[in-house]
């Protein structure tokens, strides 16, 4: 299933209306990265470069951080699904 939640019993949309969805889907899924990337480098990367490349404490760090920030999102994602799926069973009779 798509992030943007189309399929199962939605209307059938045209290709440039699923066009337009996937470039807005992977300019979601870029945002995202790009929070990920911006957050997680602020907490866990040093700004006094010691040595080339990472430390193990950076790198456990980084692990954590992203596993964090993907779990998260999954989260809220399914909560917006629900209540998503709230709004629109509570508009059927």
Excluded: H
């Amino acid at each position: 299933m798509s992030f943007l939640g189309f399929g199962n019993g939605q209307p059938q949309l045209s290709s440039e209306q699923k066009i337009a969805a996937a470039e807005t889907e992977l300019d979601l899924v870029t945002d995202m990265f790009n929070k990920l990337v911006d957050n997680c480098y602020k907490k866990c990367i040093s700004t006094q470069y010691a040595e080339g490349t990472l430390s193990k404490g950076e790198s456990a760090c980084l692990d954590r951080c992203v596993a964090k920030y993907f779990e998260t999102n999954v989260k809220v994602g399914e909560n917006m699904q629900q209540l998503g799926q709230t709004f629109t069973n509570a508009g059927k009779f």
